[in-house]
Structures are given as structure tokens and as C-alpha cells.
């Protein structure tokens, strides 16, 4: 019988076309297969050089903290293994990280400014805290006169502190555009600028400065917290501006996993002073 067209699919043709379908499904199939959202099975976290409790310890493979623990969440869900990269001696430091393809995520108690905003993604907040104000009481009495600070705080021409490489350094001349900003290599060196009145206010978030009072209440005798209600400090994740997927993986993270929870300063307040009884 010669063999024909016809005869081919009907002796045997069907399996070849089985196998040219299956063949042709699986460049399609490579496409739909989940691409890794990080590299080298790894999950590349900057975080601050310093301590933050209760958000972060001095050591990263150490105890917990908030941000400790949602770095380490995020890197379960994902697969891959954490590694933390505590080189950054500022906040400004971090993002310096993402954008130079160091760093995956900046955890390490990031506020959200538009200048950052500029060079990375954030994903959205996940603790939100007001601005706030630490001022030296005798100063301020100067200052004021017998007013409500509330009244003259926004004039402020005095002298300003904010710890250099910080959101609050950016935020300064917006909001005090008066005053003289000086700027601390780090928030004791804040403090201690107050005790002597070297400066009048210290300019940071109220949970630090709150928390200032919990760990000293002697500051209370020379030092007094105001806080500002209009003003608030949103804290994210920082995220490399080449990797979207991730940026958007964190959000789905913190709405999932976190049920969309976002802290105040009294949740966190209350887990730092349990933390201190510990």
C-alpha cells in the first residue's frame, strides 16, 4: 500500500502530532513557570550600623525587634535566605545601598520622604508616628514668654537639632524655615545639646523622644516633649528601584501577613517598655 498523507496519520501520524503539540506547550509553559523574584537565593537587607529598639538590635543575627522580624518574614515567604548588611552608619546610607545595587531592601525604621522617593520604591507604610519636638524647658521659657509654644513654634528662629543623614535633616528647612538647623552625628550627641542649651529644640519623631522619657525621666526636669499634631513620619521599606516585583511582593506582605496593620507610637511604646521589663 503506498503510504500517503493519509495513511501517515492513520498509522501513527497522531503521535506525531501529540509530540509536535507537546512541543510547541513548552516554550509557552517555560513563560508561565514563576521566575525568582531575588537572585542567588538570597535576600539582600540593609539595616542600620546602630541599635533601635524596639525596631532593631545592634546585631542583626541577633534578638528581634519589629524590623528584625518582618525582614526574616519576608525573606520565609520568599524562600531565601536572609543577609543582613549593617554597614549603613545613617538613614541617608541606606538608600545609598539600594541604589547601588548593593542592597535588595532598606529595613531599619525608613521614613518616607520625596526626596528618596526620587531614587527607590517604598512599599506603603507600616508604622506611621507624628513629628516631634525635645526642648530645653529654660530656653524655651525664653523663647516664648509666657505663650503656648503652639503659638510660636512654627517661627522658630532659634537653634534647631537634627541628626545628620536623617529624614529630619530634609524635613528641617521646610518646616522651621527660620531657624538655624545644626546637625549631630547622632541622637546622644542631640541630647546632650539639650541638657547643656547649646541648642533650644531637638527635632526627630515622638516615638524616639518619648522613648527618651522612659529611659531617663530625669530629662523631664530639663527638657520638655512636644509633639506635632499635623505632622506626621510614615515608616516603609525601602526597595531597589530595579526590582518592582519585589516592591510590590512587600506590599502584598504587610496586607497578607500583617493584615494592612500599621503601628502608632503608643503600640510601639507599649512593646518597647515590655521589652525594657524583659
Request: proline share 5%; charged share 20%.
Amino acid at each position: 500500500m503506498p503510504l500517503t498523507r493519509r495513511t501517515l496519520f492513520a498509522a501513527g501520524g497522531g503521535g506525531l502530532l501529540i509530540a509536535q503539540a507537546q512541543a510547541a506547550a513548552t516554550p509557552a509553559q517555560a513563560q508561565d513557570a514563576p521566575r525568582p523574584i531575588v537572585s542567588d537565593n538570597r535576600l539582600r537587607i540593609a539595616m542600620p550600623a546602630f541599635a533601635s529598639d524596639p525596631f532593631f538590635p545592634a546585631d542583626g543575627s541577633g534578638a528581634g525587634g519589629i524590623d528584625m522580624d518582618l525582614a526574616r518574614g519576608l525573606a520565609t515567604e520568599l524562600g531565601v535566605e536572609p543577609v543582613f548588611d549593617r554597614s549603613a552608619v545613617t538613614f541617608d546610607a541606606l538608600v545609598q545601598r539600594l541604589t547601588s545595587g548593593e542592597a535588595d531592601l532598606a529595613i531599619g525604621k525608613l521614613s518616607r520622604t520625596l526626596q528618596r522617593g526620587r531614587s527607590i520604591l517604598y512599599s506603603r507604610p507600616y508604622a506611621m508616628l507624628h513629628q516631634g519636638l525635645l526642648a530645653n524647658r529654660v530656653n524655651l521659657a525664653r523663647i516664648t514668654q509666657g505663650k503656648p509654644p503652639e503659638q510660636i513654634i512654627r517661627d522658630f528662629s532659634g537653634d534647631l537639632g537634627v541628626i545628620e543623614g536623617s529624614s529630619f535633616a530634609t524635613y528641617a528647612a521646610a518646616t522651621f524655615p527660620h531657624a538655624t538647623i545644626q546637625r549631630f552625628a547622632g541622637w546622644n550627641t542631640v541630647i546632650d545639646a539639650i541638657r547643656n542649651g547649646t541648642i533650644d529644640l531637638a527635632y526627630r519623631d515622638d516615638f524616639e523622644i518619648k522613648k527618651l522619657m522612659v529611659d531617663d525621666p530625669s530629662m523631664t526636669v530639663v527638657a520638655r516633649s512636644i509633639t506635632l499634631t499635623d505632622k506626621v513620619d510614615t515608616i516603609a521599606v525601602g526597595v531597589s528601584p530595579a526590582n518592582p516585583h519585589l516592591a510590590a511582593f512587600v506590599d502584598l506582605y504587610l496586607d497578607l501577613a500583617r493584615g494592612q496593620q500599621v503601628l502608632n507610637t503608643d503600640e510601639i511604646i507599649a512593646r518597647y517598655r515590655q521589652g525594657s521589663k524583659a
